[in-house]
């Protein structure tokens, strides 16, 4: 399926003529994954309410698990002897594995960050240390197994305003990325994909673009957004990213999974994204629509017998009603499942009618429906449509 010494073909198919926006088929070991693309999080191998098989039946190509997460919970020597991630949790096709660096951000508290790498204490053990470095990083990765792998990064929260600090880590992840290549032991099988750092800062996201693309690479991620700034610093810095990165090579936008972020970024010339949000929500008991969250908790769905979306083909909409999940919201197991099985089919059928908007030539119709549909009664001036359809 795949050439060897090439895990990764990236074919673009189809492209906007008035933004960036482009649909491509990215052959991988474990199969063909269309793009653009939304990967949901199975942070320790497991995708919380689904099982690996109703993710096939849902149409699902690619999924995310985190490497410091497994590297603590079952380890690599458990990982080597179940022979990958694959075969450990039955899941055949694709895989894309966090190196770790976002615990810098999200465990700041609890961790310790030096040019060796990230010193973090445990999250099983209160007294016990892990240490993070780009090598062990990999090493974990390769144990895995999965068909993309991130370098370790050093992650900076989007809103510190300490440049000094920014550009320290720009520098450093681009240093920790020459420890993980180096140290990568199965590169006809799995790609590394280096993350351009610097935050908000346009020259040192310059910095970070230039000096990846200089490394022989497959893909390349944006990272360090959607942690707080606003929409207008958000968007232009990912404009920036694209016109930087190669064009013949998947772009990956980290932790970004809102609709509006999915549709825009799109037209910014995004292939790929993923983000805990639609399973996370899920959980406390919100369902996803065009129209935005409903929040099945409220009493004024308790005696409302519609389905979620009526538009939606998936087995919750097709067969409960808003009236039954409002009784069983963050109460029982069932409704994880079910709310858990609609957003990811809502986040799916957003992908695909995107991909099929770019395929038709009807992209920016599309943008102006889709923001018309979700801020039906607002002017929204940080949606400048065209901006986005222009890109």
């Known amino acids: 399926m795949f050439a060897k010494n090439k895990p990764l073909i990236f ?4 492209e906007c003529k008035t933004s960036k926006a482009r649909v491509a088929k990215m052959i991988l070991p474990h199969g063909e994954v269309d793009t653009p693309v939304f990967m949901p999080v199975g942070t320790q191998g497991t995708l919380k309410g689904m099982l690996p098989e109703q993710l096939e039946k849902l149409g699902l190509q690619i999924l995310l698990a985190n490497t410091y997460h497994l590297g603590t919970k079952p ?11 694959h075969k450990f949790m039955n899941w055949n096709r694709a895989l894309l594995t966090d190196s770790g660096g976002f615990q810098m951000v999200s465990l700041l508290k609890l961790a310790e960050i030096t040019e060796e790498g990230v010193k973090f204490q445990s999250l099983n053990e209160q007294k016990a240390e892990v240490m993070l470095t780009p090598e062990h990083s990999i090493e974990i990765q390769n144990a895995i197994g999965a068909d993309i792998i991130m370098q370790l990064d050093d992650v900076v929260k989007t809103t510190n305003p300490d440049k000094k600090r920014i550009e320290e880590s720009v520098h450093r992840t681009t240093r920790w990325l020459d420890r993980c290549l180096t140290a990568h032991k199965n590169p006809d099988t799995q790609n590394i ?9 346009e020259d040192l996201r310059i ?6 693309i200089k490394r022989d690479v497959n893909g390349f991620a944006i990272g360090g957004l959607s942690g707080g700034e606003s929409k207008d610093d958000f968007w232009k810095v990912v404009h920036l990213c694209t016109n ?11 932790g970004v999974g809102f609709a509006v972020d999915l549709v825009v970024c799109c037209a ?3 292939d790929m994204f993923d983000c805990v949000f639609p399973t996370r929500t ?22 409302d017998f519609n389905p979620i979306d009526k538009d939606c083909n998936c087995n919750t909409c097709q067969n409960y009603t808003r009236a039954y999940l409002h009784g069983v919201v963050t109460l029982y197991p ?6 858990t099985e609609h957003n990811l089919a809502f986040q799916l059928r957003l992908m695909q009618n995107i991909r099929d908007s770019v395929q038709e030539n009807r992209f920016p119709e599309f943008v102006g429906n889709f923001m018309v549909n979700l801020y039906p009664d607002k002017k929204l001036s940080h949606m400048d449509k065209r901006f986005i359809v222009s890109s």
């Open 334 to 339: 069932v409704a994880c499942h079910l709310l």
């Open 268 to 270: 910014l010339g995004v």
């Open 75 to 85: 380890g690599v020597e458990v990982l080597k002897k179940a022979g990958g991630l």
């Open 193 to 201: 994909f280096p993350i351009v750092q610097g935050t908000l800062y």
């Open 282 to 303: 899920a959980r406390f008991g919100c369902a996803l629509a065009m129209t935005g969250q409903l929040n099945l908790k409220k009493k004024e769905y308790a005696k």
């Open 244 to 254: 930087l990165l190669p064009k013949d090579k998947p772009r990956y936008l980290m």
């Open 207 to 212: 910095i970070s673009a230039n000096d990846h």
């Open 11 to 14: 074919n673009i198919s189809s």
